[in-house]
């Protein structure tokens, strides 16, 4: 396959493309799941470890919600 036989085009999409706005979609989606998952995964941990669970972990959940947003928050420029 030659070069000039794809479809892609060569240039970046514009900013309001279709595809842009659904990777940006998918980045914030992403962001916020991680940050819960990982920030309860943390708690969990931390009550088996401390013999403090359910708390530690709801905690963990809080706190990620909180990340989560927060980085949401940041991806979207809110507050500039």
């Known amino acids: 396959m030659r070069e ?3 479809d892609e ?8 493309s279709e595809r842009s706005r659904v990777s940006a979609a998918a980045a914030m989606a992403g962001t916020i799941s991680g940050s819960v998952i990982g920030c309860l ?8 470890y401390f013999d403090a669970n359910p708390g530690a972990a ?7 919600i909180v990340v ?3 980085n949401l ?3 979207m420029g ?3």
């Open 4 to 6: 000039s036989d794809h």
């Open 9 to 16: 085009p060569d240039s970046p999409e514009p900013k309001g």
């Open 41 to 48: 995964l943390a708690g969990y941990a931390a009550g088996e």
């Open 58 to 64: 709801i905690v963990g959940l809080a706190v990620g």
């Open 68 to 70: 989560g947003f927060y």
């Open 73 to 75: 928050a940041k991806v």
């Open 78 to 80: 809110i507050g500039k």
